[in-house]
């Protein structure tokens, strides 16, 4: 275990000193080091709430599940209906076509980002207290979807697309993980596609993004600007990239490149082996997350760190294949590197959480001591 939870904290590490050396390189002419210094400012929250999450027992998580929950739907409903009105200086603008973020003097925080970590933490509860009951339909589908539907209806009505998949992804995963049956989960998830696609199909932002992961060169000039700005950042690196700084794919031509795009500037910037290292660095971290799941100390822990991990692991695997244009254009951070405050927040608090499981997980097997103590046990 302890090599499993240094590894973690190192990969993580590791993430986040990349993300800050990119960020300032990638914003560097745009805005000088404004964007690094805010993000150094949501960092040092973020480790002061992974310090905190690693120092709590994750057991006490199951008496504030639903306050919590009751929170991130209040916050979820009041970013849609706040708009532009102003309530002690906190709105909720419209930024790019959607009502995601609240706005506090200048700095934005994003409920969807705290909704699905404690999303997550109520799935993992139920599923531990109810896991003899889940292979009924009731309680292995019926009962969770009343709570998972809201949220997933509340955030795809922002409208955000690729949360509302991830999410949905991660609470079915959980329910299997708990118990609940294939053969009743098929069906609201067979349906829940159908519709989901429908409605990326009937609107024509995502309709034409799809196009565009389709048939690249012909909306390489429109919809697929970015996607194909990126992937000339990345054939321009090459293996060893044109070195930090050098960079000439972030002075204007791939939109959003500190955010959701900062891994193309990665591998103009530092080649191919940078962003493979990315890559493995990300495999290493899930690989290590999911063995401390199975190190749990009971079903609730397991189910936990198995949401955080895929929680974490989904998004950076949705990003990266955004950036390489395997996957459709969706705005979606990559955990720990790209510029986010909230983001940057909910992904070290996932990673406290981690901590704190790996803390107090089951003791060894007997047949994993010395001779002397276990006879003496």
């Known amino acids: 275990?302890?090599?499993?939870?240094?590894v973690l904290a190192f990969c993580v590490a590791a993430l986040l000193a990349l993300g800050m050396v990119m960020l300032y390189s990638s914003s560097m002419?745009?805005?000088?080091?404004?964007?690094?210094?805010?993000?150094?400012?949501?960092?040092?929250?973020?480790?002061?709430?992974?310090?905190?999450?690693?120092?709590?027992?994750?057991?006490?998580?199951?008496?504030?599940?639903?306050?919590?929950?009751?929170?991130?739907?209040?916050?979820?409903?009041?970013?849609?209906?706040?708009?532009?009105?102003?309530?002690?200086?906190?709105?909720?603008?419209?930024?790019?076509?959607?009502?995601?973020?609240?706005?506090?003097?200048?700095?934005?925080?994003?409920?969807?980002?705290?909704a699905r970590l404690v999303l997550v933490i109520l799935v993992a509860w139920y599923g531990s207290y109810f896991q003899r009951q889940m292979p009924t339909i009731k309680k292995g589908i019926l009962i969770p979807g009343l709570f998972i539907a809201p949220v997933l209806v509340l955030i795809l009505r922002e409208p955000d697309f690729g949360s509302t998949m991830l999410l949905a992804t991660v609470c079915g995963v959980l329910l299997v993980l708990a118990g609940a049956r294939l053969r009743y989960l098929a069906p609201?998830?067979?349906?829940?596609?159908?519709?989901?696609?429908?409605?990326?199909?009937?609107?024509?932002?995502?309709?034409?993004?799809?196009?565009?992961?389709?048939?690249?060169?012909?909306?390489?000039?429109?919809?697929?600007?970015?996607?194909?700005?990126?992937?000339?950042?990345?054939?321009?690196?090459?293996?060893?990239?044109?070195?930090?700084?050098?960079?000439?794919?972030?002075?204007?031509?791939?939109?959003?490149?500190?955010?959701?795009?900062?891994?193309?500037?990665?591998?103009?910037?530092?080649?191919?082996?940078?962003?493979?290292?990315?890559?493995?660095?990300?495999?290493v971290l899930v690989i290590c997350g999911l063995f401390i799941a199975t190190r749990a100390r009971d079903t609730f822990g397991m189910l936990l760190a198995s949401g955080l991990t895929m929680l974490i692991g989904l998004q950076a695997a949705i990003n990266i294949g955004v950036v390489t244009s395997a996957l459709p254009n969706k705005g979606m951070p990559l955990p720990f590197i790209s510029y986010g405050g909230s983001n940057l927040l909910a992904m070290l608090t996932c990673v406290g959480l981690l901590l704190s499981v790996a803390r107090y997980s089951r003791v060894e097997d007997l047949a994993d001591e010395p001779v002397g103590e276990a006879q003496t046990a």
């Open 188 to 283: 609201p998830v067979l349906a829940g596609t159908a519709g989901f696609a429908w409605l990326l199909w009937h609107d024509p932002v995502r309709r034409e993004r799809i196009l565009a992961f389709m048939h690249p060169e012909k909306y390489k000039n429109g919809v697929g600007y970015q996607s194909w700005q990126a992937m000339i950042a990345l054939g321009s690196g090459g293996w060893t990239g044109l070195g930090l700084g050098n960079g000439r794919q972030k002075l204007g031509f791939v939109p959003e490149h500190h955010t959701d795009f900062i891994l193309s500037i990665i591998g103009e910037e530092l080649g191919l082996v940078a962003t493979l290292l990315v890559v493995v660095t990300f495999v």
């Open 1 to 6: 275990m302890k090599v499993a939870v240094t």
């Open 29 to 114: 002419t745009q805005v000088g080091a404004l964007y690094l210094k805010l993000q150094l400012v949501w960092c040092a929250f973020g480790l002061c709430f992974c310090v905190a999450a690693t120092a709590i027992d994750y057991r006490w998580l199951k008496k504030l599940a639903w306050p919590l929950f009751g929170i991130s739907l209040v916050l979820l409903v009041l970013v849609l209906v706040l708009k532009d009105h102003h309530i002690a200086g906190l709105s909720a603008p419209r930024i790019n076509g959607a009502r995601r973020w609240f706005n506090f003097h200048g700095f934005r925080f994003q409920p969807s980002e705290l």
